[in-house]
């Protein structure tokens, strides 16, 4: 299972950073992603890590907005702001990607989420 | 404006039948890649339907089924119970844009 950080609320120009702490299978030998779901919106994927080697991939939409990493000693993957805006409040959902690579993979598993509220 | 085009709403009487469509292009759907589809049941995580165009993971009811076809694919749901109200996803990958997700279509169970 997947594991999230709890609910987060900042000011706008702070940094950030939500975790994601998986269980129960081989973290390094599968992709995490992390998807936004703005209120009362679709989802939106943001990017991809392969824990074993770090190999990250961003969606355009949010390459220098955010950044992704993992820490395998701990099986946990971490999404970070260096500086929140107020459209940057959100649900953050991360997953597990299975099938082989983003190209093929879907997402099996989802963490529970983690509310993002940035606001003065 | 996503990638991937679904319809905002659907609805159905309980016991009907309904269909989601997805539509795409030649850069994610048409290139061939697989389509997948996400149920998510209101205030919770999405969960996954169907993976690789038509198959169903454990523990999801045969009353789902997915199709693909060209550039697009679809999810059908038979035998509409209230239970599967809630917001339907398809996801694909794009050459451009990575892996992309449909706007989303909420389904209504009258």
Redesign the interface.
Known sequence: QLVQSGVEVQKPGESLKISCTASGYRFSSYWIGWVRQMPGKGLEWMGIIHPSDSDTRYSPSFQGQVTISVDKSISTAYLQWSSLKASDTATYYCARMIGGSPESGYFDYWGQGTLVTASS | Q?VLTQPPSVSGAPGQRVTISCTGGGFNIGAG??V?W?Q?LPGT????LI??NNNR?SGVPDRFSGSRSATSASLAITGLQAEDEA?Y?C?S?DN?????????TKLTVL
């Open positions: 996503s890649y697989d997948d996400y998510q995580a999405p969960k996954l993976y690789a993971p917001d996803y996801q990958y451009s844009l990575r892996v992309v997700f449909g706007g989303g």
